[in-house]
């Protein structure tokens, strides 16, 4: 077979193809562009989730009218020169990609007058085909338009998802702009209708407007520069955490990335403080000398590499951990050196109010024997005396049968279940415990297709995002409704809102608003079928841990018992579903060595 040269329109589109995966990614791509020309005021209207029609105006610099064809022309740019520029590039844009890329899958027509021209002018393009130059009515900066996209490469439009979730997605795209310039005015349209409008503010207000108000009040303010390096922005505290990164926005030289050296310093700064699966919520900006970072890694230029990633990496961790680390009533704490202070004497307010429960307590084992009968209908009854748990009993006690997990003593600070068997001490972490019981069921009823639903008394509303409604919509609009088949019931109320009408009857005492969001978020970034196929256990886990029982969740000695023969009848109890242990075993022997018997 004969080499050849690849003619340029199809260079164009295959080069689309990994530039321009959807809408939004070309609304990044011309939103940079206005930016780079010096744009106070951007303004965005879509149609059809941005499918139809794409359009940026802006008042930035313009284009001169000799260089309109060059905008359309692959590998032509205004922003750099030499592989000096490259090796420092200050802009957002800089590859000569981009809109060469567009206008190669899409009808696109760019209107600019530029600063120092009396006139405005206009080109038009039709995949490979470029109109003449022709004169246009505008009073300054550059509009964009791009229509029908994906029109001659109908094998990739095929590709594209609902316009809601393609609008869905531009929207965040849109977000992440203004994220990074709050010294200028977006505004963003769908539809003909008006959806976001953002004013010059400071940064806060920025972030409040742009995150909501609820962020920018459970966040604090980091601002720390050394060696060259500064990190600034806002990171929300640990209380305000999350079940997905859906709120983390890490800029390099004002340009959104996804790095995972960023990524993990950040999550060390937050480890001591955040559970391990929640995520914190942040808006940080790292400045750097541009020589110290390579832009020029992926076409889609949110990936990075930096000269010397240890000396970033321990910058971001220190301060974010300094940031962390802050006490926020210092004021009111004891000092080491001050008079009369013992580091190991409890304070007054404490014994004030903590009860003396050791008084109180029924450190009877044993449940009547009909219990477990009662409660569990004969599901989980008591084993005979064939049963292989049975055993002798405890010393001579009158309780004549024992199970492997023996019977609940006490429950330690909502979060241990202490028991006895025959060998000594079992200790019981009660939510891993019962997390990996109900995925257990969760799993065997979904293989079943036989997931319970539990209707609501009153349906349960909340304000959901684009990506949210759009998922529930395809969703319902599928043959086979997978939110149905999970055990949910959710309908759109609007544009913005969502109700839950039923509930899987497993997870009934979970929340429901909590419960719905995870669920969604799994379905959206997967897709339904990935997510009931490979993602399967992950989106069952997810819903479990909702169902498990809480931390702090005081437990009576018989609900603790059931939990017990619950673990016993159920597989892999012995580790959650993150693979820790659920419970341990303390045998007399090693009781006796702790306390020196014998010796």
């Known amino acids: 077979m004969r080499i050849q040269l690849l003619p340029d329109q199809l260079i164009s589109q295959i080069a689309a193809g990994e530039v321009v995966e959807r809408p939004a990614a070309a609304l990044k791509e011309l939103l940079e562009n206005s930016l780079d020309a010096g744009s106070t005021d951007i303004q965005v209207m879509l149609m059809q989730g941005g499918v139809k029609q794409l359009r940026v105006a802006d008042n930035g610099a313009g284009v001169a009218k000799d260089d309109l064809e060059l905008a359309l022309t692959r590998h032509a740019t205004s922003k750099i020169a030499s592989l000096e520029d490259l090796e420092a590039v200050a802009s957002l844009g800089f590859r000569g990609e981009a809109l060469a890329s567009i206008a190669s899958i899409s009808r696109t027509q760019i209107s600019s007058r530029a600063t120092d021209s009396k006139h405005a002018w206009r080109i038009s393009a039709e995949g490979s085909d470029l109109s003449a130059l022709e004169p246009a009515a505008l009073d300054a900066g550059t509009v964009v338009d791009v229509s029908d996209l994906y029109f001659n490469t109908p094998a990739r439009r095929k590709f594209l998802k609902t316009e809601g979730t393609e609008f869905g997605h531009c929207e965040e795209a849109f977000n992440r702009i203004a994220l ?98 929640r995520h914190p919520a942040f808006v940080l900006f790292l400045e750097l000398d541009p020589n110290l970072v390579d832009v020029n890694v992926h076409p889609s230029k949110t990936e990075v590499r930096f000269r010397d990633g240890q000396a970033i990496h321990r910058f971001i961790f220190h301060a974010l951990h300094k940031s962390l680390a802050t006490p926020t009533g210092a004021s009111n704490a004891v000092s ?28 009877s084992a044993q449940p009547r024997p009909d219990f477990y009968q009662t409660l569990f209908g004969g599901a989980n009854s008591a084993p005979t005396d064939n049963s292989p748990t049975h055993v002798s009993g405890f010393n001579g006690s009158e309780l004549q049968q024992e199970y492997a997990l023996g019977f609940a003593v006490a429950q330690i600070h909502g979060v241990y279940i202490l028991a006895q068997n025959s060998l000594g001490l079992v200790v019981v972490d009660m939510h891993a415990a019962h997390e990996r019981i109900m995925y257990e069921r969760l799993k065997t009823a979904l293989d079943a297709k036989s997931v319970p639903m539990q209707p609501l008394l009153i349906a349960v509303s909340f304000n959901a995002d684009r990506l949210e409604v759009a998922t529930v919509q395809e969703s319902l609009n599928s043959n086979d409704n997978t939110m149905q088949q999970l055990g949910f019931d959710i309908a759109v109320l609007s544009p913005t809102t969502l109700a839950v009408r039923a509930v899987p009857t497993m997870l009934q005492d979970a929340d429901a608003v909590t419960l719905a969001r995870d669920v969604l978020r799994d379905l959206r970034e997967y897709g339904a079928s990935r997510a009931l196929t490979e993602r399967r256990n992950e989106l069952l886990g997810t819903m479990a841990c909702h169902a498990a029982v809480r931390a702090n969740r005081q437990l009576a000695i018989p609900e603790m018992n059931a939990l017990l023969r619950d673990m016993e009848a159920t597989e892999r109890s012995g580790q959650c579903n993150h693979g820790r242990p659920t419970w341990f075993q303390v045998s007399m022997v090693d009781l006796d060595k702790m306390f020196m018997r014998g010796k």
């Open 180 to 277: 990074s310039r709050p010294d200028v005015a977006f505004m963003l349209q769908h539809n003909g209708r008006a959806l976001s409008r953002l004013t010059v503010s400071a940064p806060e207000q920025r972030f409040s407007a742009v995150l909501g108000a609820e962020f920018s009040a459970e966040s604090f303010a980091v601002e720390e520069s050394a060696a060259g390096l500064r990190l600034w922005g806002m990171a929300a505290k640990p209380t305000f955490n999350r079940n997905s990164r859906d709120t983390q926005y890490v800029y390099v030289n004002g340009r959104f990335v996804r790095d995972k050296l960023i990524a993990h310093a950040i999550r060390q700064a937050y480890q001591d403080v955040l559970h391990h699966d």
């Open 336 to 363: 080491a050196g001050h008079a009369g202070y013992n580091p190991f004497a409890i304070p007054e307010t404490v014994t004030a109010n903590y009860p003396s429960f050791q008084s109180q307590m029924n450190l």
